[in-house]
Structures are given as structure tokens and as C-alpha cells.
């Protein structure tokens, strides 16, 4: 388990250096809800808030992560939340 700050100061870093992420959501079941490959354009630790919008169709979303627990392990993050399932927010390999 990593701590909110941890996982905030990375969108953070994610956000400045405009990483390509990939956000995967997943349902309490494991089953694969959406997927999107975006840019983090927003974080708002103290509110546990963080906006990103879609390369593809430049849709924009935010996530709100009160009360979850992050996991973090090399390029990912992982988010989990009882009602929210896990949202899984990798680094995109571009070349």
C-alpha cells in the first residue's frame, strides 16, 4: 500500500511532464468497465480529485478518490474503492 501523498505527487508528475497514461476500470468482479489512453490535466490532492482527458476523443473525466487505497508498483497505480472498484492508471510506452 502507498499513501494518497505518494499516489498525488505522481498524477502530479504524470501531469507536468504530459505522460501518456492508459486508465483502466475495473469492476469489484474483475471485469474490464472502460478503458481510455489520455493525459492527467488536473489534480487536486486536497480534494483527492484528478481530471484527465481522453487523446482520442477528448472527452474529459475526473476521478474522485476519497476513501481508497492505492497500490503502486513501478509505471502503475493501482486505486481501489468499494463502490468504485480499482481504476489501474499505467504509463503508455510511445515511440
Do not use: C, Q
Amino acid at each position: 500500500m502507498a499513501s494518497s501523498v505518494v499516489a498525488f505527487e505522481k498524477f502530479e508528475r504524470w501531469k507536468n511532464s504530459r505522460t501518456v497514461l492508459n486508465f483502466t476500470v475495473l469492476t469489484n468482479e474483475g471485469a474490464v468497465e472502460h478503458i481510455w489512453t489520455g493525459r492527467i490535466i488536473s489534480v487536486v490532492p486536497e480534494m483527492s480529485r484528478v481530471g484527465f482527458v481522453d487523446d482520442v476523443t477528448r472527452d474529459g473525466a475526473e476521478f474522485v478518490f476519497l476513501d481508497a487505497s492505492f497500490r503502486m508498483e513501478g509505471r502503475t497505480v493501482e486505486v481501489s474503492r468499494l463502490e468504485l472498484g480499482v481504476v489501474r492508471i499505467e504509463e503508455v510506452l510511445v515511440m
